[in-house]
């Protein structure tokens, strides 16, 4: 192992390279599609007029949305993982994506799925990411310590519950309202751009940005308590910010586009194997890489059953949960040590 | 510390109670400890050492009673401007993730580091240094989970030391190292008194602790009675030659022991199985 510590011309080099890895991934997302289209030509004023709107006022915002929500819940889980002291801590796992999602459930059947697009979802989905939130520190939270295996047990206990109560609210629905629920708890990007991106356009790099502030506190809180408070970490203090901020984060994405799994977990841990565990140089490059991965993922959702589409959360989770057991297996295998 | 003299001790805990959600593990404990001087702490396991430590840095707020640094009373201070002042070496602490030993010991600058600020040349001089100090520069690129107990525990005692500020409290520095580099430690915690620092040191080896320390306490533990739950007391405080004796450590440990001096005066404690 290298010593790599966080000089301001490693976090430039990080930074820079991070910006290039992320456009190789929108690169990848503008490229694929089930309509093939001569981007080179489109973007040198030329191409057909069904072409032009195919690539710029579908493909092109949807990507970015990618981009942006990929950042988001990736500088979310990294913010996550050292703010419960727990490497497989993630919105998703935790419930937190669950609860965000039966809020803005809620929201679509309440106020019809048309009518109030985003101003009623993105509030309801804060709540149910909050009150998912509470459920779990409730579970998981004796003495004040959160356990790994307390913590992933009360993300399940969670999601179960919230995935019932989700249940609860299809069943007396329309057949129409079902379908669209349906299609949106899966996670996906289908039909989304415009305003969407607007939002997560703000509210994204202003989220990373945020966490970003917090990054050295992250470094001695993953250290632990009694460190961090006598490094001079206010803890408490530290804590509820992150709380607010990933909350906050995760909710807008989920408003959005319903629960993506896993890619607050993977993402993370693949930026922290390049980076190393430094939160001044880890959030920024949890942010890039997350923006390259998930339209990279999204451009896959688009062309495997083309001319269908599948939910990208079905393709996150492909990835995904097979990275997770391996982490599980590792982190077991870390229990036994002074630190696990 | 010498041309600003201040009339204040370096760390002044008056009166302190403390404890953990309703129980309760210090009552009216009082010591002071001057710049310049190493105060060692004993007692028996769980008798609130680590505790007294924790309120002494801030970490813990006690119950009732006032910790002062420098005069200034710490539950008035911020967590930041408090770990300006005070270091504290953790009994038992590690990163969640492999973390290189030199990152580490630079998490030590923090306190000195404004917002967003990135790790500079002083910064790695001053905790390279710690490094030396401590006699584990070799292990700056290593990681630190990796490291044996001992290496780890120098490793720490680093952090704390490039943490700087005018007291020092390690937490048993000395529980996992061999005897060579448990002379080592108590050596440099002698050195870094000596430079003007406050240093208090929690540790079992009253042997070793007689022999650097220029005044030692000894915790007696708290107990219940008629369901009223007694934090711990000072059972005796003083120059070792003064307060190493049989009573003291019946009274602290419940054991009985003999106790002899050395060549140099210093208390030798002999135990029997
Ligand atoms: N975080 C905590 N929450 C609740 N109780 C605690 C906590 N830390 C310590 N205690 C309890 O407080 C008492 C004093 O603990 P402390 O760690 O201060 O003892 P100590 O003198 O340092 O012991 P040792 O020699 O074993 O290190 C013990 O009974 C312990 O169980
Ligand atoms: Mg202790």
Redesign the pocket.
């Given at each position: 192992m290298n010593a790599r510590p966080v000089t301001r011309s490693r976090f430039v080099r990080v930074v820079a390279g991070g910006v290039l890895v992320a456009g190789a991934g929108i690169t990848v997302g503008l490229l694929i599609g089930a309509e093939p289209v001569d981007v080179p030509a489109l973007l040198t004023g030329g191409g057909s007029a069904v072409e032009r709107t195919i690539f710029f006022d579908l493909r092109l915002p949807r990507v970015l949305l990618a981009a942006l929500i990929g950042g988001a819940l990736a500088v979310s889980g990294a913010a996550f993982q050292a703010l419960l002291r727990n490497p497989l801590a993630e919105p998703y796992l935790l419930g937190i994506s669950g609860g965000g999602s039966f809020g803005a459930v809620l929201a679509i059947v309440a106020l019809g799925s048309a009518a109030a697009p985003l101003a009623g979802r993105v509030p309801a989905a804060l709540v149910g990411c909050l009150a998912a939130l509470a459920v779990v520190y409730l579970v998981a939270a004796r003495?004040g310590t959160l356990h790994p295996a307390t913590l992933l047990l009360a993300g399940v206990v969670t999601n179960a519950f919230f995935l019932a109560a989700l249940a609860c609210v299809q069943y007396v629905a329309t057949p129409e309202e079902s379908q669209a629920i349906l299609r949106w708890v899966m996670g996906g990007l289908s039909g989304q751009g415009g305003p969407e991106t607007l939002l997560l356009a703000i509210v994204a790099p202003v989220g990373a940005l945020y966490l970003f502030a917090e990054a050295r506190r992250l470094d001695l809180l993953a250290f632990g308590e009694e460190t961090a408070r006598s490094l001079g970490v206010d803890v408490s203090a530290c804590r509820k910010r992150v709380f607010v901020g990933t909350s906050i984060l995760t909710a807008v994405c989920v408003a959005v586009s319903g629960p993506i799994g896993f890619v607050g977990l993977i993402v993370p841990h693949a930026a922290r194997m390049v980076v190393g565990s430094g939160h001044r140089v880890l959030i920024p490059a949890a942010f890039f890489a997350g923006a390259a991965f998930l339209p990279a993922a999204d451009g896959l959702a688009r062309v495997v059953v083309a001319p269908g589409e599948l939910p990208v959360g079905i393709i996150t989770a492909v990835v995904g949960a097979p990275s997770f057991v391996a982490l599980l297996m590792r982190a077991r295998v870390g229990e036994g040590g002074a630190h696990g | 510390m010498g041309d600003t003299a201040s009339p204040a001790p370096a760390l002044e805990v008056e009166r302190v109670a403390a404890g953990?959600?309703g129980?309760r593990?210090l009552s009216e404990i009082s010591l002071v400890c001057a710049a310049g001087e190493l105060l060692g702490v004993l007692?028996?396991?769980?008798?609130?050492?680590?505790?007294?430590l924790r309120v002494s840095a801030g970490v813990v707020a006690p119950t009732s009673g006032v910790v002062r640094v420098g005069g200034a009373d710490v539950s008035a201070l911020r967590a930041r401007e408090v770990a300006r002042r005070v270091a504290l070496l953790p009994?038992d602490s590690g990163p969640l993730y492999p973390m290189a030993v030199l990152e580490a010991v630079l998490l030590g600058r923090h306190p000195w580091q404004p917002a967003f600020a990135f790790e500079g040349d002083e910064d790695l001089r001053l905790a390279r240094e710690a490094l030396r100090e401590v006699d584990a520069e070799h292990l700056a690129e290593r990681d630190l989970a990796t490291l044996s107990g001992g290496e780890r525990q120098r490793v720490l005692l680093a952090r704390a030391l490039c943490q700087g500020g005018r007291v020092l409290l390690c937490?048993?520095p000395t529980s996992h190292l061999d005897i060579r580099h448990q002379a080592a430690v108590f050596r440099l915690l002698r050195t870094v008194a000596d430079a003007g620092r406050a240093v208090v040191v929690?540790t079992?080896d009253v042997n070793l602790a007689a022999q650097a320390c220029d005044r030692l306490v000894f915790?007696r533990a708290g107990a219940t009675a008629d369901g009223v739950a007694h934090g711990a007391t000072l059972e005796a405080a003083g120059r070792p030659r003064d307060v190493v004796t049989p009573d003291v450590l019946r009274a602290a440990y419940g054991i009985d022991v003999a106790v002899d001096h050395d060549h140099d005066g210093h208390p030798v404690v002999r135990r029997r199985l």
């Amino acid at each position: 192992m290298n010593a790599r510590p966080v000089t301001r011309s490693r976090f430039v080099r990080v930074v820079a390279g991070g910006v290039l890895v992320a456009g190789a991934g929108i690169t990848v997302g503008l490229l694929i599609g089930a309509e093939p289209v001569d981007v080179p030509a489109l973007l040198t004023g030329g191409g057909s007029a069904v072409e032009r709107t195919i690539f710029f006022d579908l493909r092109l915002p949807r990507v970015l949305l990618a981009a942006l929500i990929g950042g988001a819940l990736a500088v979310s889980g990294a913010a996550f993982q050292a703010l419960l002291r727990n490497p497989l801590a993630e919105p998703y796992l935790l419930g937190i994506s669950g609860g965000g999602s039966f809020g803005a459930v809620l929201a679509i059947v309440a106020l019809g799925s048309a009518a109030a697009p985003l101003a009623g979802r993105v509030p309801a989905a804060l709540v149910g990411c909050l009150a998912a939130l509470a459920v779990v520190y409730l579970v998981a939270a004796r003495r004040g310590t959160l356990h790994p295996a307390t913590l992933l047990l009360a993300g399940v206990v969670t999601n179960a519950f919230f995935l019932a109560a989700l249940a609860c609210v299809q069943y007396v629905a329309t057949p129409e309202e079902s379908q669209a629920i349906l299609r949106w708890v899966m996670g996906g990007l289908s039909g989304q751009g415009g305003p969407e991106t607007l939002l997560l356009a703000i509210v994204a790099p202003v989220g990373a940005l945020y966490l970003f502030a917090e990054a050295r506190r992250l470094d001695l809180l993953a250290f632990g308590e009694e460190t961090a408070r006598s490094l001079g970490v206010d803890v408490s203090a530290c804590r509820k910010r992150v709380f607010v901020g990933t909350s906050i984060l995760t909710a807008v994405c989920v408003a959005v586009s319903g629960p993506i799994g896993f890619v607050g977990l993977i993402v993370p841990h693949a930026a922290r194997m390049v980076v190393g565990s430094g939160h001044r140089v880890l959030i920024p490059a949890a942010f890039f890489a997350g923006a390259a991965f998930l339209p990279a993922a999204d451009g896959l959702a688009r062309v495997v059953v083309a001319p269908g589409e599948l939910p990208v959360g079905i393709i996150t989770a492909v990835v995904g949960a097979p990275s997770f057991v391996a982490l599980l297996m590792r982190a077991r295998v870390g229990e036994g040590g002074a630190h696990g | 510390m010498g041309d600003t003299a201040s009339p204040a001790p370096a760390l002044e805990v008056e009166r302190v109670a403390a404890g953990y959600r309703g129980t309760r593990v210090l009552s009216e404990i009082s010591l002071v400890c001057a710049a310049g001087e190493l105060l060692g702490v004993l007692g028996a396991n769980g008798c609130g050492k680590s505790t007294l430590l924790r309120v002494s840095a801030g970490v813990v707020a006690p119950t009732s009673g006032v910790v002062r640094v420098g005069g200034a009373d710490v539950s008035a201070l911020r967590a930041r401007e408090v770990a300006r002042r005070v270091a504290l070496l953790p009994q038992d602490s590690g990163p969640l993730y492999p973390m290189a030993v030199l990152e580490a010991v630079l998490l030590g600058r923090h306190p000195w580091q404004p917002a967003f600020a990135f790790e500079g040349d002083e910064d790695l001089r001053l905790a390279r240094e710690a490094l030396r100090e401590v006699d584990a520069e070799h292990l700056a690129e290593r990681d630190l989970a990796t490291l044996s107990g001992g290496e780890r525990q120098r490793v720490l005692l680093a952090r704390a030391l490039c943490q700087g500020g005018r007291v020092l409290l390690c937490d048993e520095p000395t529980s996992h190292l061999d005897i060579r580099h448990q002379a080592a430690v108590f050596r440099l915690l002698r050195t870094v008194a000596d430079a003007g620092r406050a240093v208090v040191v929690v540790t079992h080896d009253v042997n070793l602790a007689a022999q650097a320390c220029d005044r030692l306490v000894f915790l007696r533990a708290g107990a219940t009675a008629d369901g009223v739950a007694h934090g711990a007391t000072l059972e005796a405080a003083g120059r070792p030659r003064d307060v190493v004796t049989p009573d003291v450590l019946r009274a602290a440990y419940g054991i009985d022991v003999a106790v002899d001096h050395d060549h140099d005066g210093h208390p030798v404690v002999r135990r029997r199985l």
